[in-house]
């Protein structure tokens, strides 16, 4: 069986993500290692690693992975800032060494109107620099996330996410998290049994299935190629059920972590309803 969860909160302490995914019954974990909308936070302190780690083995169950912050982009054409986003994710790849984490989730990023071409040129030497920078980090792996292709975003078709890997100098350190939102509003049609199987077939041929680790599920509010990234529930969306069932029962993903992201209020009921209705799939 895939090993469902979703994305928590870490308000109030790092390890308070653990109760929040026991609450709702989840096997797998996304987060932020800190506040996701600022540049800079403090080093993370023994005490904080701890209880984390602690939290963790209390729990027992699944994997984990975090986010990286929304605000690093490694393609910014801007020395300045690109400058920024490498000190950033380096810190990214530290923290999640520190707290044991496996999988660092990324979005590739935007190339700010300079183009595809040059946009992953300048992404791909950035996250070179950003490894090299955490070189003592050496256990975790980058994810690069599929997206919408919504504005200048990178990383919509699979040939971009193919690109990153084979032309980085560390592709044993990448792999790949698939957004099932984001992908359908790339255009990859995986609401049907012959566009689910269309859509990694070429994920396969391009990338490969080895290097796809992690899932987003999501339902999305917009249509097929909408190019709009907007996150909707289970089933209430335009990819609808089909995509899910075909999905989780893909012998392939049996023992993936797949995390919501769907819209959540502070009492996580919305996450024990789309996880109830994942589960119904199976």
């Not at 939290?55 to 300045?80: M, Q, T």
Request: charged letters at 25%; aromatic letters at 8%.
């Amino acid at each position: 069986m895939p090993l469902l969860g979703a994305h928590m909160s870490i308000e109030k302490g790092l390890h308070k993500a653990f109760e929040r995914i026991e609450l709702v019954g989840g096997e797998a974990l996304q987060i932020f290692s800190k506040n996701q909308r600022q540049w800079r936070a403090p080093q993370l302190t023994e005490a904080e690693v701890n209880d984390f780690l602690a939290a963790w083995r209390e729990w027992g169950k699944g994997p984990v992975g975090v986010h990286d912050s929304y605000l690093i982009n490694l393609a910014n054409p801007d020395d300045s800032k690109a400058a920024r986003a490498i000190d950033a994710f380096a810190d990214e790849i530290t923290r999640a060494e520190r707290l044991h984490i496996p999988y660092l989730i990324m979005h590739p990023g935007s190339h700010v109107g300079t183009g595809i071409e040059a946009g992953l040129e300048q992404l791909t030497k950035n996250l070179d620099r950003a490894f090299e920078q955490a070189k003592d980090a050496l256990s975790v792996i980058v994810l690069l996330e599929t997206t919408a292709g919504q504005g200048t975003g990178i990383g919509a078709k699979f040939e971009e996410l193919h690109y990153i890997i084979t032309n980085s100098e560390h592709p044993d350190r990448l792999g790949v998290c698939l957004d099932t939102c984001h992908v359908f509003a790339a255009g990859y049609d995986i609401s049907t049994k012959k566009g689910y199987d269309k859509t990694f077939a070429e994920f396969d041929r391009i990338i490969g299935l080895d290097r796809l680790k992690f899932f987003h599920l999501n339902d999305s509010k917009k249509e097929l190629g909408s190019h709009v990234d907007r996150h909707e529930h289970i089933g209430k969306g335009k990819i609808g059920l089909e995509a899910f069932r075909l999905l989780l029962n893909d012998h392939r993903f049996r023992n993936h972590p797949m995390v919501l992201e769907t819209p959540k209020e502070k009492d996580l009921k919305k996450d024990i309803e789309n996880l109830g209705v994942l589960h119904s799939l199976i």
